[in-house]
């Protein structure tokens, strides 16, 4: 979401004639799109605008966007010396006055927006990470309020932009050459539109796999989706996936722990059992869907027995990738109020064995592309060798292979060859 939020500013920005540059010294204008989920990446801001205001160039106007800045508001400004405006998660389409305001009155600008009423569903399209992929919000915020997230304080409650207009957006893309859309949101898979507008007529339980068929029938090359919330993973999005050739074959399905007891004090609304039933299903289906997963090890009260149950957890679902964090505090929500009482070199000790025990199952389950044929999106020039091309295959891994340049925005056909950590390497056939 920071990522697509990144993309969607700067390319608001270049409506208004801005233009991005790569070189941070020269720039009039920097925005620090941030993310509060992590401590970490709230302390590097501190640093960051530090460094502006210590440096001899002239002073930029510096804005602060994304999770910090709806959460913080007018104290980020109380905070950090040398900020100029702060723009909250909602008021993205408001960028260019916050801008113009400071510079024109000389004072900072806070614009938080409305939580519910005000999103800006705004698609990104001068700056994107790739030309041929585009990033589209279709639902923004979340109702869950597992106890260590900060996310339903910062974006607010769920919303759903409407079918009809998700489906007006795809065929646009598609039309202005893009070839793979990926639907986002917090939790993509509890869509829940305004009205039925858009979805008639299509099957499955579920709206949203109603929508992925919808997509589906827009003709768009490729359909990805993330990120997915357990409870609201129902069999009919696997169905859908099994019937469209187009939706791609990867699923992203944060589990956090593998102890059920552990589950419900992150209060995440699945147990084990009922997680493991939707891995059993996506691992049944014939397409061969790539799982990929969150993991937060050393929550408040987690034992030696339930991390050892993670542990098992990800030797049972052999994920294509998972994403393991330590838990840490964070100031505003309910589990903060937990004695924190895994020690940091526990959690830093159970850390490295899970990503072992990841990195193994991993590579092993990695092997079962070697000598299969991907297709992949041609995306750029490779940085890994220097007659090489890089793109993502349907089940998003990262493929290299050397190949001519006008393939590039093209999908063909690589023969993997070879497997290492993060991607895949071969050839085109
Ligand atoms: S589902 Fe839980 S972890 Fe995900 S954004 Fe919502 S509160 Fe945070």
Known sequence: MNVSDSER?????ARQGYEMIDNEASADVVIFNTCSVREKAEQKLYTRVG???????????VGVMGCVAQLEGETLLKKIEGVDFVLGTRAIGRVADA???TLKFEEPVVDLGEREVDYDWTVADKYRHSPFVAFLPIIEGCNKFCTYCIVPFSRGRERSLPASEIIRQVLELRRKGVKEVHLIGQNVNSYRPPTDSGLEGFAGKSPFSRLLRAVAATGIERVKFTTSFPRDFHDDIVEAIETHDNL????????QSGSSRVLAAM???HTVEKYLAKIDRIKASYKDVALTTDIIVGFPSETEEDFQQTVRLVEYCGFD????????PRPG???????DDVSHEEKTRRFIELERSQKYMQNRRLQRYVNKVLKVLVERKSTRTSSGLSGHSTCQKVVNFVGKEDMIGSIVDVKITEIKANSLFGEAV
């Open 9 to 13: 500013i700067s390319s608001v920005l």
């Open 51 to 61: 460094h502006i205001r210590h440096s001899d160039r002239p002073k930029p106007v």
């Open 248 to 255: 791609c074959n990867w699923i992203h399905l944060p589990v």
């Open 321 to 328: 990738s998972a994403y393991i964090f330590r838990y840490s």
């Open 99 to 101: 801008i113009a305001k």
């Open 333 to 339: 929500t309910p589990a903060y109020e937990l004695q």
């Open 267 to 269: 209060k995440r609304g």
